[in-house]
């Protein structure tokens, strides 16, 4: 029963990796199924190893500091196996450490502690299939529990779940337009740079914040038309001391 995770986290890894760096697109359906063909096999070779041996080919008990322990030697495929999983696991760290590094500093913080979050008890599994540490015992279990520490920093310190970065950042931070995004409770998602010059405010301070805290002129007119389809409207604001008039155009997003 305990394989079920461990052949499923690799590609549930890179498939929320691709999701989460905005390549939930890449490829098509046919090309995600393939990546659940090797756990799938994998999972049918524990389930039956007694007649082929391809997962392991010798279990023994032995005794170590006082204890008795299980010893396997693994088959070929259990390697093929270790290869595919180490392959997913690095292939989405790359990628959303790549991404991360164009996020503003919340997401930044998200994306770190899911990789701590997902590295530190592969870290540990690398160590024991590699025997380079002098155990017999798998210490990647017990390093889940540091692991959901990270997640729940995430989630409590950095809204991780809650607040998610646009898809598109990067198409909307090349716009010459202010853009700004809200969640359903007007927390700003997003601010190019744009609406960073026109509002004076930096993203970095006011991602996750509520709408009307950091933009305190502006959301008084928009404030009441949130939520009531398309609108438009204009205001009078002070952009690097110069009074400038500026059209608002609220579009909902689904």
């Not at 690799?10 to 498939?15: I, K, N, V």
């Not at 999701?19 to 098509?28: A, L």
């Not at 023994?60 to 008795?68: C, D, M, T």
């Amino acid at each position: 029963v305990q394989y079920f995770g461990a052949v499923a986290i690799p590609t549930l890894w890179m498939q929320f990796s691709l999701e989460y760096t905005g390549r939930e697109g890449f490829g098509n359906k046919f090309i995600n199924y393939v990546l659940w063909v090797i756990p799938g096999i994998t999972l049918l070779f524990v389930w039956t190893n007694d007649y082929h041996q391809l997962i392991w080919r010798e279990v023994e008990l032995v005794r170590e500091q006082g204890l008795y322990l299980l010893s396997f030697t693994r088959g070929w495929w259990h390697r093929l196996f270790i290869f595919y999983s180490y392959g997913m696991i690095l292939s989405g760290s790359t990628m959303s450490a790549m991404y991360a590094l164009r996020l503003p500093r919340l997401y930044r913080s998200q994306a770190v502690a899911i990789l701590a979050a997902v590295l530190i008890p592969w870290a540990g599994n690398v160590l024991y299939i590699f025997h380079l540490i002098p155990l017999q015992v798998d210490p990647s279990t017990f390093l889940f529990l540091p692991s959901g520490f990270c997640f729940a920093w995430a989630i409590t310190r950095y809204h991780l779940l809650d607040i998610i970065p646009p898809t598109q950042s990067t198409i909307l931070q090349s716009l010459r337009d202010g853009v700004v995004l809200l969640d359903r409770q007007r927390r700003i998602l997003f601010m190019n740079t744009a609406a960073e010059r026109i509002l004076s405010s930096k993203s970095d301070e006011c991602l996750g914040q509520p709408v009307e805290e950091v933009c305190i002129a502006p959301s008084k007119a928009i404030l009441s038309l949130l939520g009531a389809g398309e609108q438009r409207v204009e205001i009078a604001l002070t952009t690097s001391g110069q009074p400038r008039q500026y059209e608002i155009h609220i579009t909902p997003m689904q």
